[in-house]
């Protein structure tokens, strides 16, 4: 009850924020939007797809883009990845309220940008991630913490290695997706391969 009276009452504060918004139009767009943050594969796309257009459109000099993390069905958001993309996007949690009350309002279509997810179902139909450098990249601190994990579990920097990102019942628990879940001793067999040809092998994840 607290959590509902507190989010119309910030709608409620955003509304004059959003007409001045709309009047802006003309001279400036901003554009209020959305990225989900608790589904890691929409959410690495659907940036990397949204900084590719807007390094590469020369049509976007005049538009500004406000964004906030989705969350949904109580599942955190990659922490890290959250952290890269505010060094390169807009995201502020206030951005929630702007983006309730223009989506309320009639008529806040050109104010609202949505994700790739909901737009093009997260795929590069453009070819974009082909043609254009990748976007988002480490700062020097953190290539260094790389490395020295490397280092602390044996790997050689010059050496060859491949990361496994497995999906289990650790991701959602059990819900209708479960079928695309699967065991790691069913990439033994692959694993085993890249092994005898003198790759590392490191699996991802927090449970692992």
């Known amino acids: 009850m607290l959590n509902k009276t507190i989010n119309l009452f910030g709608v409620l504060i955003a509304v004059p924020f959003v007409l001045i918004i709309r009047i802006l139009s003309p ?27 807007k390094e590469y459109d020369s049509s976007r000099k005049k538009i500004i883009d406000l964004f906030y993390f989705g969350v949904s069905d109580n599942i955190e958001p990659n922490e890290f990845f959250c952290k890269l993309v505010k060094r390169h996007m ?22 609202r940008i949505e994700p790739a997810q909901l737009t093009i179902a997260s795929r590069d ?66 694993i085993e391969y890249l092994i005898s040809k003198k790759n590392k092998i490191i699996r991802m994840g927090n449970f692992t």
């Open 125 to 190: 139909k453009e070819g974009l991630f082909m043609k254009y450098p990748t976007q988002i990249s480490f700062s020097e601190d953190e290539n260094r913490s790389g490395r020295l994990y490397l280092d602390k579990v044996g790997i050689d920097i010059n050496s060859k290695f491949v990361c496994l990102n497995i999906r289990d019942d650790a991701f959602l628990g059990s819900d209708y997706h479960n079928y695309r879940n699967y065991s790691v001793n069913d990439m033994l067999p692959a």
């Open 90 to 111: 807009n995201v502020y949690p206030w951005v929630r309220y702007l983006f309730s009350a223009n989506y309320r309002l009639p008529g806040g279509g050109r104010n």
């Open 27 to 53: 001279l400036i767009l901003i554009r209020i939007g959305y990225l989900n943050a608790s589904r890691i594969g929409h959410f690495v796309f659907d940036v990397e797809h949204y900084l590719c257009k």
